[in-house]
């Protein structure tokens, strides 16, 4: 009879355990549950994130793309030249009267425009700088003087962009660029096949211009070497210098740490501070001519040095302490540690921050504008105190313009742009990717 009460309680026990643990079993499902479910929204708030980022990049990238392609072509109008012995000094061609030429042979090709009203809408389609390809030609090959050359001449920037479909053909005259005879010359011109649209190698070929058609950003793209060129001379020596000294042999102390703090904070300072301080320093006290490729280096190099600086000694921090040791252990100097062991190791790192720092220093125009690089310069450069401006700015410029036909120039000097920032991050990946060790 004792042992049913002992039996009973056990019973109990035994319930009361079973009921706890499934009550505790349902707390943790329950929390497990809600774990879960906040680490699926979390998963989905990122994932979101991720494809909102990449929807507005597509959308920019369109949006480029779909107003700069064109530039890539151009409108030219075949023309029957003669190359009239009267109009051109045979000993110096280059004087000869090569507009009249052109207006010559478009009045043959329209006898219709018979006034000097339509005479002058006649000559527009043609565009300025028509002139100087054909006496570039005609210097080029001066035995083709007193011939009949046919010539394809670039067309001016209305009939180009009508040819583009970027300005309507139809709506009433005053509402349009292009006048309805003009619209009818055009017309012909198509009929006959005298008017086509090429490459447009003059976008590489040449420098700026106030005539779209005849812009191109061949004097930006040598601006832009030259300056990256001074830039890379000064700023990764002197990086990479100042890194190895503060990561291997400044003692530390407040001095060094007070430098450390300095380095960060100009890493993050606006850009047009850096040309302030160059307008200040290079232009006002030291002289240096503005404009030029020299005083944009100089001021490219301010900005570019914290950043190679962070990079260098982040590589040079991620070398094994084991190397040092153990170079030191077979009788190397400190040195010798660094510049045989260290150095090399920590190279790929460093040339990822420096490619990384000057395709940051390709695409800034604020503390370009400040040393006067916004200047309209026709003339290519061809050294480093030639003065020039660089594609960035060259961009700038391009979008103030009130013409139709930079509207797509600029899009294209965009794309050119990206291609190079592109390719310069896509060598600092595969460089790491290249060379990096893992420990």
């Known amino acids: 009879m004792s042992s049913d009460p002992q039996r009973a309680r056990g019973k109990d026990i035994n319930g009361d355990t079973s009921v706890q643990s499934q009550r505790a079993l349902d707390i943790v499902r329950r929390g497990l549950g809600k774990r879960y479910r906040a680490e699926r929204r979390f ?31 151009q409108t030219y109008i075949q023309v029957q030249v003669y190359l009239d012995p009267t109009h051109i000094d045979r000993a110096a061609p280059s004087e000869g009267n090569y507009q009249g030429l052109i207006k010559e042979s478009l009045l043959k090709a329209f006898p219709d425009a018979d006034t000097r009203q339509l005479k002058r809408q006649l000559w527009a389609l043609i565009s300025p700088g028509a002139a100087y390809e054909l006496r570039d030609l005609v210097v080029k090959r001066p035995e083709l003087i007193g011939q009949t050359i046919s010539l394809a001449l670039p067309a001016d920037d209305d009939v180009d962009m009508l040819m583009k479909g970027h300005t309507g053909r139809q709506g009433p005259e005053e509402s349009r660029r292009l006048t309805d ?14 008017i086509r649209q090429q490459f447009n190698w003059a976008f590489f070929t040449n420098g700026d ?6 812009a191109g950003i061949r004097g930006a793209l040598y601006g832009s070497f030259f ?29 060094t740490d007070l430098i450390e703090v300095n380095i960060n904070n100009l890493a993050a300072v606006p850009s047009i501070v850096f040309g302030l301080l160059g307008l200040a320093v290079y232009i006002g006290y030291f002289g240096l001519p503005r404009s030029t490729p020299i005083v944009g280096g100089l001021v490219m190099t301010l900005m570019t040095l914290p950043i190679i600086i962070i990079a260098s000694r982040a590589s040079l921090k991620s070398v094994p302490p084991s190397i040092r040791e153990a170079a030191l252990g077979v009788g190397a100097s400190p040195v010798q540690t660094v ?10 790192g460093i040339l990822t921050g420096t490619i990384i720092g000057m395709a940051r220093a390709l695409g800034e125009t604020a503390p370009l504008l400040m ?12 050294g480093f105190t030639d003065p020039a401006t660089v594609l960035p700015v060259q961009i700038y410029l391009w979008s103030d313009s009130p013409e139709r036909g930079f509207v797509e120039k600029t899009s294209a000097a965009i794309m ?8 310069m991050n896509s060598a600092a990946v595969w460089l790491r990717r290249r060379f990096e060790r893992r420990w």
């Open 371 to 382: 040393i006067g690089m916004v200047a309209f310069i026709v003339d290519v450069p061809h």
């Open 227 to 255: 300056t990256l060129l001074v830039t890379l001379l000064l700023s990764f020596p002197a990086g990479v210098a100042a890194a190895v000294y503060l990561e291997e042999f400044a003692p530390k102390n407040r001095f």
């Open 181 to 194: 005879k003009q619209m009818a010359w055009i017309g012909q011109m198509e009929k006959d096949g005298r």
């Open 43 to 73: 998963r989905m708030y990122g994932f979101a994130a991720v494809f909102t980022s990449l929807l507005f990049l597509v959308i920019v990238f369109v949006s480029i793309f779909s107003k700069g392609y064109t530039a890539f072509t």
């Open 209 to 214: 211009s106030r005539e779209p058609e005849l």
């Open 416 to 423: 050119v742009l990206l291609v190079f920032l592109i390719f």
């Open 339 to 348: 510049l045989h062991h260290v150095l090399p190791l920590a190279l790929p």
